[in-house]
């Protein structure tokens, strides 16, 4: 009897059905395909930061070592070896400085190089690929010409573009070139005479717990080998991915609350619009235990339907976006169909649909007939503590269960129910005393005004909980926005910015000033190479020696010494003793850099002595300078005072932002007037950095889409059941004597106030909460204000808003006297 | 002395549509009513009648023929022209009152002059005295009972002082004694105010206590002996 009747108002009333149904169906679709397109997306980062990194993890040290004495060879699935280490080639008189890499038949491990006009292969002993600063250099015209090295013939084989570990942040310069493990034999290269970089990359065959990696830390540490295990905190590349993979957070985040509310927006519009069947049926003698059971199979049988054909069309999309940015971006983003995470999808929204459903039944408790029959059930419903307490805990139990679900995360998933249900009752209680106060002057107010203060009043808890949807849909979608425009801005303009053109290496001092005369931009550094020899008087060398555990071992190596009187843009003082000045520091004072600092363990007043040829100086910190490693220039972990180094021998290197033209200028000169410096161009970088660049935004395109649709749904959904309560006022206006165009402006002013107030306070929001998440969570510093895109999108919901409106209107071709009977004919 | 012909209806014809069949609900009606006369149009349901005062009162159009009402055809209407018809020329009594929910009775009753922008002020508090209403002016309506409802639907007819009051089923919504009350009320506010009023019932015992009576029959109007 109830299945009968439950079917018969889902066949006969199916138009009032509509909306609600769409809306689940949009919305799984949405979530669905946001869902796999970010998992794709994280794929892709997750891969990306392996390709630049060289392995799931690296290991690095200047001498060679064993992996047995670090990890659990049992886990490796595959091992790539390197040695790396300036070698200087010769071509005629052409001598260069190279960067070579010597490399095994597994590299690369993740990614591939690009060459160029052909595919990378393992080169045979006495082959090179150089890339195209070397080529420059060379005057290599054609494949198949020859370089030397070490009384060695190299057969030039290919030109290389790129290669993914180039944009891991480093300071050396040289041109790049790979040679083959066999070629250390063919040319007799001692390595010994060589400062080397040795570096392992691995393969994992499992994931590793957060434990095993610690005790890789620490073992790599205890034989002095450094380890990578991601790239992300390494400043460059390394951050915007990981930039990005917050983002895709805040996304997911932003689309599970977006889907929620849409999903409680519909069931309760669904309830509303079903009001008058279930008043009929109880004045029938229908039992209410009855109505709340066929409401909960109608709801049912709306979201299941939408729910399986939600999930169809997700694989449909996500298909064909998948094919779309293969064919025209050649990205394979890994879109994976996992048929256990859509079962997953559908199964979290099906019990999120139903669970809405519980509030909006306990909200029909005790409505008698005559009530329901009159539309007062809004009025009639008291708002008890107890009816408040269901509504909220009913609510929110699928609400956190499904933020948990997308963010993977118990702590996040409650924080942010918690901060959601904030932001809800805080509005709510503001928006209800707005109202009253207005309420009460509503007598100073003309007609249009108050009406709409009375109506607003009227709608009462209804009117509450859509303004509140409204506000959290509005605050998302300018969120996502102001996020979404800091990080493109972050990509397009800081991380371009910041890779100079030009890099200029081995200047002498004597050459210096006539360069900088000629070329006013150039930055230049003096370095002065030293070693430390004590740190408040332990014996650096000693306790190293001695495997003592209180040094770090770093310490042991040489270091690039400078001296200037002034910051840097990408730094500043962290902590500095009393009456430091940097402009002014004295001869025995260095400044340190704030993560060497706290790496190996010296302090503000620590004293060190260096040794800089034999030539010991005793110098004490005095300040601590926390530097941006995003900026891409060169830093030096100690700077010392103009006095202190002057007097030693050193070269400088430096950088300049110098187009195509000024970039050979500098060339021509330098080939004249100082033949022995080299000059980098960073555009082979700069043209990986630009396709990663393009393909991070595309994901940040593709990924915003998504939770913009669904909340301009939301607000549809939410503007359409209001539309629909009008109606019939907008025939009682019409009834005495409004014409119908002042009843549509009318709707139109309401609609529209609505959406301005609750725009103008998510917005303030939205800056407030973007400017939060962008500087303390995504650490980039863009300080977003106003936002076109969001302010476009306002524009385009106000558009939408009236041109619904005036359709609403127009198009029905209802007469008056059919408004008038509206709720009993649909 | 002879009275002015208020409402008139020449060969007015309707029609509805019902899963895309055309239907007819009048036929060439003619009707002619007097200024201050009181006239009731009965007929069982879905005869047509609530459409005749829906026609009269320019809440829908006829398909042919002519409704001129005060000596302006109301089917040659502008929208404005017919929004200002509405307003000023008739007071209309809906069967489920058809009050403005979230207004309180007073603002109800003032609605008509707001929209006609001319506040009399006094005169709603008169209205509101005559309906025996005056102790709940500022009473949200959603808080009355059926009969205080349909007096404040009354007093809102009557507040821009029109020449006729079109009733449909105004006693429809209402227990018999709370519908004699209310009928009552109506008839005396009428005679005292010397308004045409024109009521659509079923009830033959309303339909008596009016000047003529009309039946709604194969879907003409026939003047029936009082």
């Known amino acids: 009897m109830i299945l009968k009747i439950s079917f018969k108002i889902l066949q006969k009333e199916w138009r009032k059905l509509l909306l609600p149904f769409l809306s689940v169906l949009l919305t799984t679709i949405v979530v669905t395909t946001s869902f796999l397109l970010i998992n794709s997306a994280k794929d892709f980062l997750i891969l990306k930061n392996k390709e630049i990194l060289g392995g799931d993890i690296s290991f690095e040290a200047n001498r060679s070592f064993e992996l047995g004495k670090i990890i659990d060879k049992s886990i490796l699935k595959n091992v790539g070896e390197q040695v790396a280490f300036q070698a200087l080639f010769t071509k005629q008189d052409i001598n260069t400085g190279v960067s070579l890499k010597v490399v095994d038949e597994n590299f690369p491990l993740y990614g591939q190089i690009v060459l160029r006009n052909k595919e990378y292969e393992y080169l045979k002993a006495g082959e090179i690929y150089i890339d195209e600063n070397l080529e420059k250099s060379f005057q290599i015209k054609k494949l198949g010409e020859d370089i030397y090295f070490n009384n060695a013939t190299f057969t030039v084989k290919g030109i290389i573009k790129s290669d993914p570990e180039d944009l891991i942040p480093s300071f050396n310069f040289s041109g790049k070139a790979v040679v083959a493990q066999e070629s250390l034999n063919y040319a007799k290269i001692n390595l010994d005479l060589f400062r080397k970089e040795y570096k392992k990359n691995i393969i994992l065959n499992r994931n590793l717990s957060k434990n095993e990696i610690e005790d890789i830390k620490n073992k790599a540490k205890s034989v002095d080998v450094r380890v990578q295990i991601d790239i992300t905190g390494q400043g460059g590349f390394g951050f915007a991915l990981e930039v990005i993979e917050r983002f895709l957070v805040i996304t997911i985040l932003i689309i599970s609350v977006l889907s929620l509310v849409n999903i409680y927006a519909s069931v309760n519009y669904l309830s509303i619009r079903l009001r008058r069947s279930f008043a009929i049926l109880i004045s029938l003698g229908m039992p209410i235990i009855n109505i709340y059971k066929i409401l909960f199979i109608i709801n049912f049988a709306i979201i299941f339907i939408s729910i399986l054909l939600g999930l169809t069309g997700s694989i449909f999309i996500t298909n064909h976006i998948s094919q779309f940015i293969d064919l025209n971006y050649k990205i394979e983003m890994f879109f994976r169909i996992n048929y256990l995470e859509f079962f997953y999808i559908a199964g979290a929204i099906l019990t999120t649909s139903i669970f809405a459903t519980i509030p909006v039944i306990n909200r029909m408790r005790n409505i008698s007939p005559k009530e329901l029959l009159q539309r007062q059930t809004e009025k009639s419903v008291k708002n008890t503590f107890k009816n408040i307490l269901v509504d909220v805990f009913v609510g929110i139990l699928p609400i956190t269960l499904l933020a948990i679900f997308f963010l993977n995360s118990f702590l996040y998933g409650l924080i942010a129910i918690i901060g959601i249900v904030l932001v809800y009752a805080g509005l709510m209680i503001f928006y209800y005393y707005f109202i009253n106060i207005l309420y009460k002057k509503r007598n100073v107010f003309n007609f249009p005004l108050k009406m709409i203060t009375s109506q607003k009043k009227f709608d009462g808890f209804f009117g509450l909980i859509t303004f509140a949807s409204l506000f959290v849909a509005l605050v998302s979608i300018y969120n996502l926005s102001i996020v979404r425009t800091s990080v493109e801005e972050y990509l397009k303009n800081d991380l371009k910015r910041n890779l100079p053109s030009t890099y200029i290496l081995d200047i002498q001092k004597s050459q210096k000033d006539k360069l900088l005369e000629n070329f006013k931009e150039i930055t230049l550094f003096p370095n002065i190479r030293a070693r430390i020899i004590s740190i408040d008087d332990v014996d650096v060398q000693k306790e190293l020696d001695n495997k003592s555990e209180n040094l770090d071992r770093e310490l042991g190596r040489e270091f690039n010494l400078t001296y200037r009187n002034y910051l840097l843009s990408s730094e500043k003082i962290y902590k500095s003793t009393k009456n430091f000045k940097f402009s002014n520091m004295g001869e025995n004072e260095v400044s340190l850099e704030k993560d060497f600092a706290k790496r190996v363990n010296i302090k503000l007043g620590s004293n060190l002595v260096f040794s800089i040829q034999g030539i010991k100086i005793n110098v004490k910190v005095t300040s601590i300078r926390e530097v941006d490693t995003r900026s891409g220039y060169p830093f030096f972990y100690f700077i010392l005072s103009t006095k202190t180094l002057e007097k030693f021998p050193q070269t400088f290197f430096g950088f300049a932002n110098y187009n195509e033209v000024k970039q050979n200028n500098l060339k021509k000169y330098l080939s004249q007037n100082v033949p022995n410096a080299n000059i980098i161009n960073t555009k082979s970088i700069t043209n990986i950095a630009e396709n990663l660049i393009n393909i991070l935004l595309l994901i940040i395109l593709i990924i915003t889409i998504p939770p913009l649709f669904l909340s301009s749904m939301l607000i549809v959904t939410i503007l359409g059941s209001v539309a629909t309560e009008r109606k019939r006022d907008g025939a009682r206006l019409m009834a005495l004597g409004k014409t119908q165009n002042y009843v549509r402006n009318y709707y139109i002013i309401e609609s529209t106030s609505t959406v301005v107030l609750a725009s103008s306070f998510a917005y303030i929001l939205s800056v407030i909460l973007s400017n939060f998440l962008i500087i303390k969570y995504l650490k980039i510093e863009n300080i977003v204000y106003f936002d076109f895109v969001s302010f476009y999108i306002f524009v385009f919901i106000l558009l939408s808003i009236i041109l619904t409106s005036i359709t609403l209107w127009k198009s029905s071709g209802r007469s008056l006297k059919e408004y008038l009977n509206y709720e009993e004919n649909n | ?226």
Not at chain 2, 127 to 151: A, D, F, I, M, Y
């Open chain 2, 1 to 226: 002395m002879l009275k002015n012909k208020i409402i008139q209806l020449i060969n007015v014809s309707k029609y509805f549509e019902e899963n895309g069949r055309k239907i007819q609900i009048l036929e060439e009606v003619n009707l002619e009513i007097f200024e201050g006369e009181k006239i009731a149009i009965v007929g069982p349901s879905g005869s047509g009648k609530s459409t005749i005062l829906s026609l009269i009162a320019g809440l829908d159009m006829p398909d042919n023929g002519e409704i001129i009402v005060e000596n302006k055809v109301i089917n040659k209407m502008g929208e404005k022209e017919l929004s200002k018809y509405r307003n000023i020329s008739i007071g209309v009594i809906f069967q489920s009152f058809e009050l403005i929910l979230p207004f309180t009775v007073y603002e109800n009753v003032i609605t008509p002059q707001e929209i006609k922008k001319d506040i009399n002020k006094s005169r709603v508090e008169m209205l509101l005295e005559e309906v025996n209403l005056k102790n709940k002016t500022h009473s949200p309506v959603l808080n009355l009972s059926g009969g205080e409802k349909q007096r404040v639907a009354i007093a809102r007819a009557l507040t821009n002082n029109p020449n006729i009051i079109l009733a449909d089923e105004p006693t429809g919504s209402l227990d018999r004694v709370t519908g004699s009350h209310v009928l009552e009320l109506l008839i005396n506010l009428t005679t005292v105010k010397k308004r045409t009023l024109l009521i659509i019932t079923h009830d033959e015992e309303i339909a008596k206590k009016m000047d003529k009576i009309y039946l709604i029959k194969d879907r003409k109007l026939v003047l029936q002996s009082k």
